[in-house]
């Protein structure tokens, strides 16, 4: 019996760590299964950040050429501006000849280093630039269907569609093309029949945006809300001191002439000889919606085209997309209102008078931003804000960064006056599209939180939301952000030719910025660190008592 209970007893923990052993080998294998599959979501983010990383690789890549060039065509001016003077200079003057050291560079530079692709061409632009420019940007176009682009600008511009082209209108759509019809028949555009130019539909198209001015002018239904501007002879400055020469434009204010801050929807025609979704005309329509960004923060940009047999091409910039879609076309025979098209082209600048003054696609709902005291409460679609909004005023012409891409990421930095409860003081104003990295503000209220030295204060902030500009897989974010004044860049320390540093005071600063850095990448207790990425002499900045700041961690990496 005893032996009989040793053999059960036996059996039972035979039994027991045979289960022991197979939980065990489950366990195991549940393990490694967990093991592998954080190892594939890890390959997969890294090789999803080796693709974000190499893009801007070639966009920086791309910026070298591009800056080669610019160097290269300077160079060449130098050297004839030089031989000139030189062959100029009589033989016994005792001015001596200059050489190309006596052109020196500024030094001066902007708070944002990065380099950006320039807002307009230097010279005169030609078709190839243009072509070159709408290829590159290819892949943020999509051609979708009319409604769903005026969609994408917001239930009121939705609205404003469904009333002027549903029939409320019908009978002043009918007068307008009368209007236009007329006019065309007193200038003598005869364009029936033949290949009709460029020229022909420019004053074509100038006649129908005054025709539709003139006959809101005496309607009671809609006020005009812009103001037609025949530009294409007109050199308008860019912000690099370049001119470009847009076909025309419409402005929301009558007191302002045409500018590139003042144009709210621009407008490029050509002949014939020239479809209007070619990339000629679509490069045209692109550096033109640079250049309009260039001068203050723009939720979106509206551009025309107008090309063969007049027809006519809506392009609607938002943050990271590019959208056109066909939107009809003049009446190609003077008198012909029943023309294929006409109508919507009509209704469309109806609804453009409609909605534009109320939302001009500002970063603010009004027309400019910057004009009087602007609220952080009064920002488009501004959330999260806990505690009272500070008021920001632009007190000079100066824009001190900025970083101007049509893929969305887009910065503006602005020297602004401040009032917060009962506080006064000069800051800096910083808003930015950008496209899935890491908030600026939790970055930097990490930094802050850790006490890293040298940081400027980050006064308030508040987030954007991409109301109707998401799409498919490109989601943007704006944040626009109150940071406390940090002084200027460390280059302009250098600039005119005289060290306005000790030996001593630009050790005791640079070992403040890598101070900053190397606190700023060590892992705190929850395992956390930031990376700038953007390290410029445009974003290391001194204080006038000497204390220096790191700024700008909007391409910063919170991991």
């Known amino acids: 019996e005893q032996a009989k209970r040793d053999r059960q007893a036996e059996e039972k923990r035979r039994e027991e760590l045979k289960q022991w052993h197979d939980e065990q080998a489950k366990r195991d294998r549940q393990a490694e299964e967990k093991r592998r599959e954080e190892l594939k979501q890890w390959h997969d983010e890294q090789a999803k950040r080796d693709r974000e990383q190499a893009e801007r690789d070639e966009e920086f890549r791309q910026w070298r050429i591009e800056q080669a060039k610019r160097d290269e065509i300077q160079t060449q001016l130098l050297s004839k501006l030089i031989d000139a003077q030189n062959g100029a200079l009589s033989s016994n003057m005792k001015t001596p000849a200059m050489t190309r050291q006596s052109y020196g560079r500024s030094g001066a530079a902007s708070h944002s280093g990065t380099p950006q692709v320039a807002g307009s061409m230097q010279g005169k632009p030609d078709r190839n630039m243009y072509i070159e420019t ?44 009368d209007s236009y019809a007329s006019k065309c028949d007193d200038d003598g555009l005869k364009m029936a029949g033949g290949k009709i130019g460029e020229k022909t539909y420019q004053a074509a198209f100038g006649v129908l945006a005054e025709a539709v001015q003139s006959h809101l002018s005496n309607s009671s239904k809609i006020k005009p809300g812009m103001y037609w501007y025949d530009t294409h002879n007109m050199h308008l400055k860019c912000d690099n001191d370049t001119t470009r020469k847009p076909d025309g434009g419409f402005t929301v204010s009558k007191r302002c002439g045409p500018s590139w801050q003042n144009l709210s929807v621009v407008v490029e025609i050509k002949g014939d000889e020239l479809k209007n979704d070619s990339h000629w005309i679509r490069g045209q329509v692109l550096c033109d919606f640079r250049d309009m960004s260039q001068s203050e923060p723009r939720r979106f940009m509206v551009g025309l085209a107008v090309a063969r047999h007049g027809s006519v091409r809506v392009y609607l910039y938002t943050p990271g997309r590019i959208y056109s879609a066909s939107l009809g076309c003049l009446p190609l025979t003077a008198g012909d209102k029943a023309a294929e098209g006409a109508s919507e082209v009509v209704a469309f600048l109806l609804l453009l008078h409609k909605q534009l003054p109320m939302d001009s696609g500002y970063l603010a709902k009004r027309k400019g931003i910057f004009s009087t005291w602007l609220n952080f409460s009064e920002l488009a679609d501004a959330r999260e804000q806990k505690r009272p909004s500070p008021s920001v005023r632009h007190y000079c012409s100066e824009v001190y960064g900025r970083h101007s891409h049509l893929n969305a990421q887009q910065t503006w930095v602005y020297p602004v006056q401040y009032e917060a409860a009962g506080e006064k003081g000069i800051a800096f104003f910083k808003f930015q599209w950008e496209f899935e990295n890491d908030d600026e503000t939790a970055i930097h209220e990490f930094l802050l939180a850790r006490k890293v030295p040298h940081v400027p204060e980050l006064l308030f902030s508040t987030r954007i939301t991409a109301k109707g500009f998401a799409s498919d897989d490109w989601v943007c974010k704006g944040e626009a952000m109150l940071i406390d004044d940090a002084g200027e860049s460390i280059i302009s320390k250098f600039g005119g030719g005289e060290l306005l540093l000790s030996d001593a005071e630009i050790v005791d600063i640079f070992a403040g910025y890598t101070h900053t850095l190397i606190a700023a990448a060590a892992v705190d207790a929850n395992n956390k660190l930031v990376l700038h990425r953007d390290i410029s002499t445009g974003n290391l900045m001194v204080k006038n008592d000497k204390s220096p700041y790191i700024i700008d961690w909007g391409y910063g990496r919170l991991c």
């Open 134 to 177: 709408s290829q590159r940007h290819e892949k943020l176009c999509k051609e979708v269907q009319l409604d769903d682009l005026i969609e994408f600008l917001g239930a009121d511009w939705k609205s404003g569609w469904d009333s002027v082209n549903g029939g409320d209108f019908k009978e002043d759509i009918d007068e307008i093309l």
